[in-house]
C-alpha cells in the first residue's frame, strides 16, 4: 500500500519564499503542495477550506499575524498540523508561536533538510525546533513567564494588530465587518487591560510579544 501524501498549505507575504518552498516540497513523492496565502487571513480560510495535514506558516504577516492565525487554525482546523517560519530566533517568537498552538518551529535560513525533516516530523505527530531556537525556549520556560496578552480576547488582539500596524478606526471597522464605534470599544479595553497610554506604548507592546515587526 503506498504511503500517504502530506497535504500541505503555505503562508507567506513573500511571494519569491512561498515559491522557493514549494518548489523543495512539491519535488517529494510523499508532500503535495494543495494552496497557498499571502497573509495570515488568508490562511486561516484556506486551511478551513482545503482541510490539509500541515500549515507551514510565517510568523509575521500582515492584517492578521501568524501567532493569531494559529490560534484560528488550531481552533478551526484541529487535525492540520502547523510549522512556524521565521527569520526571528528570539524566544517571545517562539513562546507564542507554541502556545497558539505551532507543532515546530523553522527558521527560514535553515537548510533544504531541515524543512523536509521538519514537515515530515509534525505531519506525523512530533515536534520540531530549530536548533538555533531550543536554548532559547529552554530558557524561557524556566522563567515561567505569565504574559499580559493572556488578558486580551481574541478580537481584541486582532484589534491591537491593526492599530499598531497603523490602521484607523474606520479601517480596521472594515476589515473586521464591525462598527466604528465597536472598534473604538476594543481600543479602549485594550489600553485599559495592558494599563497603556498612548499609542506608542501600544506600538511597543506589539512589537516585543512578537505582534508586528
Known amino acids: 500500500m503506498a ?41 486561516v480560510d ?13 510568523v509575521t504577516m500582515p492584517e492578521l499575524n501568524g ?3 494559529a490560534r484560528q487554525i488550531s481552533k478551526s482546523v484541529p487535525k492540520a498540523r502547523i510549522l512556524a517560519l521565521s527569520m526571528q530566533k528570539d524566544s517571545v517568537y ?3 508561536m507554541l502556545r497558539a498552538g505551532a507543532n515546530g518551529y ?17 505531519a506525523n505527530g512530533k515536534g520540531f525546533l530549530s ?18 496578552i493572556d488578558l486580551l480576547s ?6 491591537l494588530q491593526m492599530i499598531s500596524e497603523s490602521k484607523t478606526n474606520k479601517e480596521i ?3 473586521l465587518n464591525l462598527s466604528v464605534y465597536t472598534v473604538e470599544a476594543h481600543r479602549g479595553r485594550i489600553m485599559e487591560k495592558l494599563n497603556l497610554h498612548s499609542i506608542g506604548e501600544l506600538v511597543r507592546f506589539s512589537i516585543r510579544n512578537g505582534l508586528i515587526d
Do not use: C
Open 46 to 58: 484556506k486551511a478551513i477550506d482545503l482541510q490539509p495535514d500541515v500549515v507551514v506558516l510565517d
Open 173 to 175: 471597522a472594515s476589515v
Open 3 to 43: 504511503a500517504k501524501t502530506t497535504r500541505i498549505l503555505l503562508a507567506d507575504d513573500h511571494a519569491v519564499v512561498r515559491n522557493g518552498f514549494r518548489m523543495i516540497l512539491a519535488a517529494q513523492w510523499d508532500m503535495e503542495v494543495v494552496g497557498e496565502a499571502a497573509n495570515g487571513r488568508e490562511a
Open 131 to 148: 536548533p538555533e531556537v531550543s536554548d532559547a525556549v529552554l530558557d524561557d520556560y524556566r522563567k515561567h513567564v505569565t504574559n499580559p
Open 106 to 122: 523553522l527558521l527560514k535560513d535553515s537548510n533544504e533538510s531541515d524543512l523536509l525533516a521538519a514537515v515530515r516530523a509534525v
Open 94 to 96: 517562539v513562546r507564542e
Open 154 to 159: 481574541p478580537r481584541e488582539r486582532e484589534v
Open 67 to 69: 501567532i493569531e492565525a
